[in-house]
């Protein structure tokens, strides 16, 4: 059974960093296309950054120079590295794995604005 776990969320305030975590187990990771979605309250869920099997990456407008998507292959996980975060940024995080018509999701880890 394929399970996503992730965690590192919190409280942050705008221009602080925060790093989330992806562990899979059930699987390995290299061989899905790897994200990271967010849902913020009243929004849709949105794709924020992506990884794939062979290692493109790929990020939405909005987080591109200050998020870094990128997987630890000996510890089947995958990272997203947040860095000057603005009051935008507060959502639920949440993991995936695609390949094909197959999705697996993580339960989220929410991420709040601290002013």
């Known amino acids: 059974q394929v399970q996503l776990v992730e965690s590192g969320g919190g409280l942050v305030r705008p221009g602080g960093s925060l790093r989330l975590s992806c562990v899979a187990s059930?699987?390995?990771?290299?061989?899905?296309?790897m994200g990271w979605f967010r849902q913020a309250p009243g929004k849709q869920r949105e794709l924020v950054a992506s990884i794939t099997r062979t290692n493109s990456t790929k990020y939405s407008d909005s987080v591109r120079g200050r998020f870094t998507i990128y997987k630890d292959i000996p510890n089947n996980t995958v990272y997203l590295l947040m860095s000057s975060l603005e009051f935008d940024d507060t959502a639920v995080y949440y993991c995936?794995?695609?390949?094909?018509?197959?999705?697996?999701w993580g339960q989220g880890t929410q991420v709040n604005d601290s002013s």
């Open positions: 059930g699987t390995l990771i290299y061989i899905w296309d």
């Open positions: 995936n794995a695609n390949y094909l018509s197959t999705n697996h």
